[in-house]
Structure formats: structure tokens, C-alpha cells
């Protein structure tokens, strides 16, 4: 496994979008599990969004579900978070994680031991 690069945070008003992207290089991660956390200064970590590089099933935490899609361009090995109508509460620094598939890509289901350097997400009301 190597590093992960996570980008495409900003700053944006309540209502707008963003798309982060996750991008290893160097190794296919091809039938793992890759996700989204997000954590605020003060709160422990949160799960936002998980996929399975090997068929594209995907999970999502309750409060992002129908804002937040994310999805995979294998030609790229870059995993995506769309974000759409993004809230206050949704500022965060975002981080893209991997690990082996095993039981499930939810963060329940298995800790994440692979992680990129966060991304800032600013979303003013």
C-alpha cells in the first residue's frame, strides 16, 4: 500500500458543492475498501463515506446520505466524494482512508490503517 493524496477542499456557502479526490499511485487498490472521515477540532473522527473498489457497493453516514455520493475512476486509481448542498455542520477537516476488504467497508465493519493528509472543507451560512 502506499500513501493516499487527498485535495479539493475549500471554502463555500451553505447550499454549494465540492468534489475531493483521493488518489494513490504506485499500487491498484482494487479490491479494497476506500473512504471519507471528516473530523473537527475537539470531536473524535467520523465516518462519511465508504466504497468497495472491487464492485462500487458504497455506504453512507445518515447525515450525508442523498448530499454526498462518492465513487471510483479505476483508469485513475483516484476515489471521489461529491459534495452537494453542503451545510455549516459539514465543516470539517476531510481525510481519505484505505484498508483490506474485509466483512464490509463500513468504519464499524474494520478500522481504516492507510490515511492521506486531510482536507479542509469551510462551508459558511
Known amino acids: 500500500h502506499v500513501p493516499l493524496v487527498g485535495s479539493g477542499g475549500g471554502s463555500v456557502e451553505s447550499g454549494g458543492s465540492l468534489r475531493l479526490s483521493c488518489a494513490a499511485s504506485g499500487y491498484t487498490y482494487s479490491r479494497d475498501c476506500m473512504g471519507w472521515f471528516r473530523q473537527v477540532p475537539g470531536k473524535q473522527r467520523e465516518g462519511v463515506a465508504t466504497?468497495?473498489?472491487?464492485?462500487?457497493?458504497?455506504f453512507y453516514a445518515d447525515s450525508v446520505k442523498g448530499r454526498f455520493t462518492i465513487s471510483q475512476d479505476n483508469a485513475k486509481n483516484t476515489v471521489y466524494l461529491q459534495m452537494n448542498g453542503l451545510k455549516p455542520e459539514d465543516t470539517a477537516m476531510y481525510y481519505c482512508a484505505a484498508r483490506t476488504f474485509e466483512y464490509g467497508c463500513a468504519w464499524y465493519r474494520g478500522a481504516y490503517n492507510y490515511w492521506g493528509q486531510g482536507t479542509q472543507v469551510t462551508v459558511s451560512s
Open positions: 466504497i468497495y473498489t472491487g464492485g462500487g457497493s458504497t
